[in-house]
T-cell receptor, first 109, second 113 residues
Framework: KQEVTQIPAALSVPEGENLVLNCSFT??????LQWFRQDPGKGLTSLLL?????REQTSGRLNASLDKSSGRSTLYIAASQPGDSATYLC????????FGAGTRLTVKP | NAGVTQTPKFQVLKTGQSMTLQCAQD?????MYWYRQDPGMGLRLIYY???????DKGEVPNGYNVSRLNKREFSLRLESAAPSQTSVYFC????????????FGSGTRLTVV
């Protein structure tokens, strides 16, 4: 059974810092991995999708990497802003998406 | 762009009552999914429909039934609600179940008292 773990569970940083969120998964036979953002009381917004054949994807200040053989993905956020405060979820796809519990990020002005 | 639309947004039920959560997508996606989200447990898959006419159980199907009414609509039914089903329910869709990412609805917050 696929297990997805996100570390840390919560993170607080001052505005302007670069930061890395981690995601690990136990079964490397995945189709793809997707990072989402969730604001309190809201739905999930897709940030980046990495196919199993890819090593990384970039969108603006966000960069996600995938090392399928070691079962790891990282989400790098450059020059963090208070508007980046949210919960970030990692999900791996093996016929259906399995989610980590998320990292709650707070960026302080 | 409506994407994935869920109704209702909020619902309070008494134990034993039944209800149906509705989900519709307008992106011509083949696959649709129902998840529940509980504090500290992440999202867990209840049921999914890989294509029109098929449905399969996910991690936590007990107490639920689903209907893939057509390509656009995928409903989730609670026949006899229990307090343990208090949760936030999310519907999602994807072009297929392996090569594409998921698009989520805004969720239904359900409380069973």
């Amino acid at each position: 059974k696929q297990e997805v773990t996100q570390i840390p569970a919560a993170l607080s940083v001052p505005e302007g810092e670069n930061l890395v969120l981690n995601c690990s998964f136990t079964d490397s036979a995945i189709y793809n991995l997707q990072w989402f953002r969730q604001d309190p009381g809201k739905g999930l917004t897709s940030l980046l999708l990495i196919q199993s054949s890819q090593r990384e994807q970039t969108s603006g200040r966000l960069n996600a990497s995938l090392d399928k053989s070691s079962g790891r993905s990282t989400l790098y956020i450059a020059a963090s802003q208070p508007g980046d405060s949210a919960t970030y979820l990692c999900a791996v796809n093996q016929d259906d998406m399995r989610f980590g519990a998320g990292t709650r990020l707070t960026v302080k002005p | 762009n409506a994407g994935v639309t869920q109704t209702p947004k909020f619902q309070v039920l008494k134990t034993g009552q039944s209800m149906t959560l509705q989900c519709a997508q307008d992106m011509n996606h083949n696959s649709m999914y129902w998840y529940r989200q509980d504090p500290g447990m992440g999202l867990r898959l209840i049921y999914y429909s890989a294509s029109e006419g098929t449905t399969d159980k996910g991690e936590v199907p007990n107490g639920y039934n689903v209907s893939r009414l057509n390509k656009r609509e995928f409903s989730l039914r609670l026949e006899s609600a229990a307090p343990s089903q208090t949760s936030v329910y999310f519907c999602a869709s994807s072009r297929d179940n392996s090569n594409y990412g998921y698009t989520f609805g805004s969720g239904t917050r359900l409380t069973v008292v």
